[in-house]
């Protein structure tokens, strides 16, 4: 049997299955939706926190000696202390600063304790002597540390006679962000669910049908809160992969649902009775979601190029999400429309409607309607060439946040930056005084502490003393602490100039600085592969379905141009900071770069997932009447305001993330949202069937090569059929009777 007949086949067993034995199926499906639900509610507690590092570079190698030999690393925790009388070298303020730091070194995980009193360092003074810094390293991996200082942050935030403290440095802002990122996410959903129920219910206008279809999203969204918490008992899952299964799978499972009731009311309005409706809609419609499914699952997937489980996280959410949304489309939905149906349906469609006619005028016109469009979108995505990549900082959370209240007063009181110093590690003894004085001198460095001493633009400023800087077996490291402006400015282009710095033995370059940098590095050197698995696998599978060449050629080109929009309102807004006071954030002049990774992936296959409803329409009407204008007005006439509906409706999913005061949900939200929008209406509604009327019979034609190769293992909704084959609806009519 041929791939056509065998995957018409095999739905359409799915759905005489889920007809015969509705009943079966429903209690199974509670039964396991009962049973996912009690095991995936536990899910964040087997999921893990990141930190911006990147395994097997030269920072992580550096980190992993600071550990290994000084049992020290990256400062942590960044103690603002305030002398009440002014001076934080009155002997007042120094009693009880020392207190304060014997203290915190008998706290659960803390390893090492650099205070200002102690290191008698002025990197560690403020500018007018009213505030000093203690600097804390915790020993653990993000999601233990973090957790640690959900309870620690409260305790050392005091005020008493002597000083006040304030609690910030970076892991202190990640566990911020972190918490605020759940606050923004559970306050979302909150709004999304109804928002979404309602918006199913104007599209229906049966209430049975929306809450169906919310049924669908739930299991998905469970099914794969389940499966996350399964896979962290193999490997690491991020807790923020649970975050996207809310807003994909509830997404997907409207999708999917939408498709496969609206065809389950087209079968019954062409009069095929209730039974053998639903089954005919879960081998035509089911056919399209699988395809969508594997598109979206693809782009997701190409997430594992990169070795970041913060990553890699999102494409085991995204398979999950599409497996267990597919489950619910073809086996849930088709069991309760054979009990539940008749609540569903409505009269047939009218024979035109807003998009259609869009279309047909588009097409009557394609050179004025595509030039239109494209100039529109090509406004819009301009921007994207002033893009410019950078780090996150404090700027990541809203204002008045009380780690990012302590960043803002070490950078505007302190002419140096030593919660980000970069940690440089030899590995053996030698004598760093020469080398210390040639890295003070390295533009944006303000000062280094080395064995021999503190040194300041080429000057020793500070006598030796620093035992802390030399470990048991004579390995010795220097603290590079950079300038409050180096830390704006080209932070990875300061990191090269340390690197670059001839060093007396093998030198290892790390600390936060090199870390981020180290990830950025990575990431983009990734990318490229990451983005040709997406483009080469989507481009496969579209031929596979159309047995086109140019057909999937017009269609990646046309997602390209509706992700340019997205990546040009990333620049444009929250780069550039347009807009920046409505929606509530800082703007920082760059963007951190894997949120757009992230976006790319996610926005792609959503965007490739409407293409393949359209096309699945177009080309079965184009299978059977062979006419190309008449398949794709008569596709868009019934998918459009399909396409339409799903996408508002996730768009909507996420742009409930707007609301929210972490930036990266924010470039989240606004920029998928807008990709929806712009791809389900002016891609999709102008601009396919402009290029399509305009390519005409070429939109079909494949090399004979590639034609038989389709036709062998091709799965379309009408191939073109052998004389004397049955027609897939023939096989289709067969398999039920």
């Known amino acids: 049997m041929d791939p056509v007949r065998k995957a018409t086949t095999m739905l359409t067993r799915l759905g005489r299955l889920a007809v015969r034995h509705s009943r079966a199926v429903l209690i199974g499906v509670l039964l396991a939706f009962l049973g996912l639900g009690a095991y995936g509610a536990g899910a964040q507690s087997d999921l893990d926190l990141s930190r911006w590092s990147s395994p097997g570079t030269e920072s992580v190698r550096a980190g992993d000696a600071l550990r290994e030999h000084f049992r020290t690393g990256n400062p942590d925790l960044a103690l603002l202390v305030t002398a009440r009388d002014g001076d934080v070298d009155s002997p007042a303020t120094e009693r009880a600063a020392r207190e304060l730091t014997a203290e915190v070194e008998e706290l659960p995980l803390v390893t090492d304790v650099t205070s200002y009193w102690d290191a008698d360092s002025p990197a560690l003074r403020g500018s007018d002597g009213r505030r000093a810094l203690v600097l804390v390293h915790l020993e653990g991996g993000a999601t233990e540390t973090r957790e640690e200082l959900a309870a620690l942050s409260p305790e050392l935030t005091r005020t008493t006679a002597e000083l006040s403290v304030q609690v910030g440095g970076q892991e202190e802002i990640s566990r911020q962000v972190g918490e605020q990122a759940r ?6 959903e909150l709004f999304a669910l109804p928002a979404v129920v309602l918006l199913l219910i104007l599209v229906y206008r049966r209430t049975t049908a929306a809450l169906l279809t919310v049924a669908v999203g739930l299991i998905s969204v469970l099914g794969t809160l389940a499966g996350l918490r399964a896979i962290a008992q193999f490997t690491q899952v991020s807790t923020f992969a649970a975050n ?5 799978g509830l997404g997907l499972g409207v999708d999917y649902s939408l498709f496969v009731i609206h065809r389950y009311r087209e079968e019954r309005a062409a009069g095929h009775p209730q039974p053998e409706a639903v089954v005919r809609a879960t081998a035509s419609a089911g056919r399209t979601v699988v395809f969508s499914a594997v598109t979206v699952a693809v782009s997701l997937c190409a997430l594992l190029v990169f070795p970041f489980f913060f990553l890699s996280s999102f494409a085991y959410a995204g398979v999950l999400v599409v497996l267990t949304a597919v489950a619910g489309a073809v086996l849930f939905l088709p069991a309760a429309l054979a009990r539940w149906g008749h609540r569903v349906e409505r009269p047939a469609a009218p024979a035109s409607g807003f998009w259609h006619r869009t279309a047909l005028r588009a097409m009557r016109r394609p050179f004025a309607a595509g030039a239109g469009v494209l100039t529109v979108l090509l406004v819009a995505a301009a921007p994207l060439l002033g893009l410019r990549f950078g780090l996150p900082d404090e700027r990541t959370l809203p204002e008045g946040t009380s780690s990012r209240t302590t960043s803002e007063i070490v950078h505007r009181e302190l002419a140096a930056e030593p919660t980000d110093t970069i940690q440089v590690v030899l590995d053996g003894p030698a004598d760093t005084r020469a ?12 000062q280094v502490d080395a064995p021999e001493g503190a040194y300041h633009e080429g000057r020793r400023t500070a006598a030796a003393g620093q035992d802390r800087l030399t470990a048991p077996d004579g390995r010795v490291r220097l603290a590079v602490i950079p300038t409050q402006k180096a830390m704006y400015g080209d932070v990875p282009a300061l ?8 060093a007396p033995a093998r030198a290892l370059v790390g600390g936060y600085p090199g870390e981020t940098t180290d990830f950025r590095a990575t990431l983009l050197d990734r990318l490229p592969f990451a983005v040709g698995i997406v483009l080469v696998a989507t481009y496969v599978i579209l031929f596979l379905m159309t047995g086109s060449v140019l057909l999937p050629a017009k269609a990646t080109v046309l997602n390209l141009l509706s992700l340019s929009v997205m990546f040009g309102c990333l620049v444009w ?8 006071g409505a929606l509530g954030f800082t703007p920082t002049g760059s963007i951190e770069p894997s949120i757009p990774v992230l976006m790319f ?4 296959g959503l965007s490739m997932d ?10 079965e009407e184009h299978d059977r009447t062979g006419d190309t204008e008449r398949a794709v007005g008569e596709g868009i006439r019934r998918s459009a305001p399909l396409v339409t509906a799903a996408a508002g409706i996730l768009a909507l999913s996420f742009l409930s993330y707007a609301t929210g005061g972490v930036v990266f949900l924010k470039e989240l939200g606004i920029g998928t949202a807008l990709t929806i929008l712009v791809d389900a209406t002016l891609i999709r509604v102008v601009l396919l069937p402009v290029t399509m009327r305009l390519a005409g019979r070429a939109n ?3 090399p004979r090569p590639l034609r038989r190769l389709h036709e062998r293992f091709g799965i379309s909704e009408g191939a073109r059929k052998t004389p004397g084959e049955p027609s897939a609806e023939g096989v289709l009519h067969r398999e039920y009777v």
């Not at 990191?495 to 001839?502: A, H, I, L, Y």
């Open 700 to 702: 079909w034609w494949a």
């Open 183 to 188: 606050t923004d996410f559970l306050r979302a």
């Open 601 to 604: 992936c996610v926005a792609y």
């Open 610 to 619: 409407y293409e393949v409803f359209l096309l699945a329409r177009i080309k």
């Open 573 to 580: 807004v929250f780069q550039d900071g347009h807009l920046s």
């Open 435 to 446: 080398y210390a004085a040639r890295l003070s001198r390295v533009p944006g460095v303000f």
């Open 244 to 248: 996207l299964a809310l807003v994909l």
């Open 495 to 502: 990191v090269e100039r340390v690197r670059d710095t001839p």
